[in-house]
């Protein structure tokens, strides 16, 4: 206890003879202190209580002669018990409380008591009904022995009274990992006067609380000589704070981390391989395959509680080291860990394609959902999440044209070829700015007449080189880009303006100029606006612009792309289907589908000549489309035998290198007029 003989330091007096309790200090079985509320009760004074015999003052404190040695052998626990102490007034006082041993060499001890059944002055009533009532758990130490705790500290904790008298708060309350924690605590008192730290506790049960921990130093006379420990209970906050924390990381319909944790672990991934270099990491990006029709055809239900399957299967068949996530919309990731080479990496793509061949139960319907699956493993290329992510979902893209079901893994090769594209890209963003596009115009028949009815714009690269460009991949790489927006509001700009300036030759005769769009284009949302800033600047008639749109979209999305139509419809612009044949998915769509004509497709028209089931095929759609009221026209045709054949099936139109290769603007203007005549 650090108490000299017979009284005790002045500050340990002062913080003693605060406490609301009685409060005796024993060495070798004698009294050597009590405080101030011990003298109150007793009414003497500090010389009637030194070196008397512990015994006289508590009566039955020992029960028997052999319960010293009992208590000693206790040292640093409090014993409960019940005795009576004389008053001055010759009454007996019955009290309650704890003895405690602190040292069994020399028999120091602490006894901490109060009276049962007798008042006690209404100022020290009034402070431990204050302490007592505090929602807050309180605990003060001095010495590293605790003086007193009130019932909030017994609640949340669980340590009675007669438990906690002369222990420390670290044998009670402190895991043993944080003793440092304490003592910083401490020394951050010692500078700031007072500090708060959110931490981890122990119960009586062994059982580990969150809790709000603030220390502030217990004063006498302006000197420290104790701590004030508060404590509050903050473990629902916290489970509020890490479900928030949860839901902002975790993908709130599968359950699986988001993009922003999946990043963050890729990351630590790729800084673990830097200290482990023959283990490698990688990453797999999955996309379902005809997830937007399984939508649109069974509902968005029906499409989340295939993404909730497709998220179960794929933690199914993954190891406890490996993470998914869902990227966003039909996208999910996988990062695979301790990779010795790419052939580790394929055996993962491979079992998570097997796994998602087998059909899931939705609703009660088997629905097929097959996954492209791209991978890449890490290299010295890759010092960042997103190169490694961006190379997998290049080699998705590969694996979704190679067809439904496929794995690409990402190497040498289509690192070539994805470089190359991406120097296209770079290329066509700079001949967009640039101005470089050019639009040229290929004439469409009528095969009856022969006269020119309309033009289709097609896109061209008039390169600084002089050389020309007009190939297909143009269009996809835009499109995969992006850059197929931009592209078509300056095809729309360039077709109403060519309408504009040959409105004599063309809007007399009555001839269209029809613009391609691509899915992309299709289903951008200001698409209508697009073409309704483009009439209006040029000022022609909506009805001299025709739309394209291929085919591959209706199919992509048939009930979006019937609302897309009708939209266009309203621009009073007329709509034609590119590439009819290729898919007859849309023919189903046909009678409520706002079309003008269709384009029967390039290929279907090549085999036709040799083919009679081809050429019955055409026949009926013809048919079907005349009955409908709509046009047909040929896309390709390259030689007489096709034409010949167009013609007697009855279509329309048609265009293709056996009429006209696309022509500069300038020249379709003087073609359409000779093909017309004045």
């Known amino acids: 206890m650090n108490l000299p003989e017979n009284a005790g330091s002045s500050q340990q007096r002062e913080i003693l003879d605060a406490l609301p309790v009685l409060v005796f200090l024993e060495r070798s079985g004698r009294i050597v202190y009590a405080n101030a509320e011990a003298r109150r009760q007793m009414g003497q004074g500090d010389a009637l209580w030194v070196e008397r015999a512990v015994e006289d003052v508590l009566w039955g404190l020992y029960p028997g002669t ?36 602190l040292g069994a060499e020399g028999r120091e001890a602490v ?77 951050a008192v010692d500078l700031q006067g007072r500090a708060t730290v959110e931490t981890v506790r122990t119960t009586r049960s062994g059982e580990l609380i969150d809790v709000s921990m603030q220390c502030a130093p217990l004063c006498v006379d302006g000197e420290r000589v104790g701590y004030v420990y508060t404590f509050r209970d903050i473990a629902e906050r916290k489970l509020a704070e890490n479900r928030l924390q949860h839901d902002a990381m975790h993908d709130a319909l599968t359950g699986l981390p988001n993009r922003a944790l999946f990043i963050d672990r890729l990351g630590q991934a790729l800084s673990r391989r830097k200290r482990r270099p023959d283990l490698s990491c990688g990453v797999l990006f999955l996309d379902l395959d005809r997830f937007k029709q399984i939508n649109d055809a069974l509902g968005h239900a029906a499409g989340d509680a295939l993404l909730v399957g497709v998220a179960e299967r794929l933690s199914s068949v993954l190891r406890p080291q490996d993470s998914a996530a869902r990227l966003s919309g039909d996208e999910f990731a996988v990062l695979v860990e301790n990779l010795v080479n790419t052939a580790d990496l394929e055996i993962v793509a491979h079992r998570i394609v097997d796994a998602m061949e087998k059909p899931f139960d939705i609703f009660g319907h088997a629905v097929g959902a097959t996954a492209s699956v791209g ?88 390169q600084p080189g002089g050389g020309i460009d007009s190939g297909n991949d143009l269009m996809e790489i835009a499109e995969v880009t992006g850059l197929s927006i931009a592209l078509g509001r300056e095809d729309m700009l360039a077709a109403c303006e060519q309408l504009r300036a040959g409105a004599a030759h063309l809007s007399g005769r009555g001839c269209t100029v029809s613009v391609n769009l691509t899915a992309r284009q299709f289903f951008h949302p200001e698409l209508a606006t697009h073409l309704r800033e483009a ?49 007859l998915a849309a023919l189903n769509h ?65 265009q293709g290198p056996l009429l006209s290769l696309p022509l500069p603007s300038a020249l379709t203007l003087d073609l359409v007029t000779a093909a017309c005549g004045d």
């Open 66 to 101: 052999a319960e010293p040695r009992t208590l000693l052998a206790a040292t640093g626990k409090g014993s409960p018990f019940h005795a009576t102490m004389p008053a001055l007034d010759g009454q007996l006082i019955p009290v309650e409380g704890t003895y405690s041993i």
């Open 111 to 187: 006894v901490v008591a109060h009276p049962v059944g007798r008042e006690r002055a209404p100022r020290s009533r009034m402070m431990e009904d204050v302490l007592a009532s505090l929602p807050e758990a309180v605990a003060i130490e001095h010495d590293n022995h605790v003086l007193y705790t009130n019932p909030a500290f017994t609640r949340m904790f669980g340590f009675g009274p007669e438990e906690v008298g002369g222990v420390s708060l670290r044998q009670l309350i402190v895991p043993e990992t944080r003793w440092l924690e304490l003592a910083s605590l401490e020394k």
């Open 375 to 462: 991978a890449a493993i890490a290299g010295p290329a890759h010092t960042t999440p997103d190169m490694l992510l961006r190379d997998a979902d290049y080699a998705m893209y590969r694996a979704k044209q190679a067809g439904a079901g496929q794995y690409e893994i990402f190497d040498k090769h289509l690192e070539s070829y994805m470089n190359r594209q991406q120097e296209r890209e770079r290329q066509l963003r700079a001949a967009l700015e640039s101005h470089e596009f050019e639009f040229r115009y290929e004439p469409v028949y009528s095969l009856h007449s022969g006269r020119v009815e309309s033009l289709e714009s097609v896109l061209s690269w008039q």
């Open 535 to 583: 009439i209006a600047a040029s000022g022609i008639e909506p009805m001299r612009l025709m739309v394209e749109v291929p085919e591959g979209a209706l199919n992509e999305r048939a009930d979006a792309a019937v609302a897309v139509l009708q939209r266009l419809a309203d621009t009073h612009v007329r709509i034609a289907i590119d590439n009819f044949g290729s898919s």
């Open 590 to 654: 046909l009678v409520r589908l706002p079309v003008d004509m269709i384009k029967l497709d390039a290929r279907l028209v090549e085999s036709a000549p040799t083919a009679s089931r081809q050429q019955a095929m055409i026949e009926a759609l013809i048919r079907l489309a005349h009955a409908l009221g709509i046009r047909v026209s040929a896309n390709g045709i390259t030689n007489a035998e096709q034409l010949q054949m167009l013609i007697r099936l009855g279509c329309d139109l048609g």
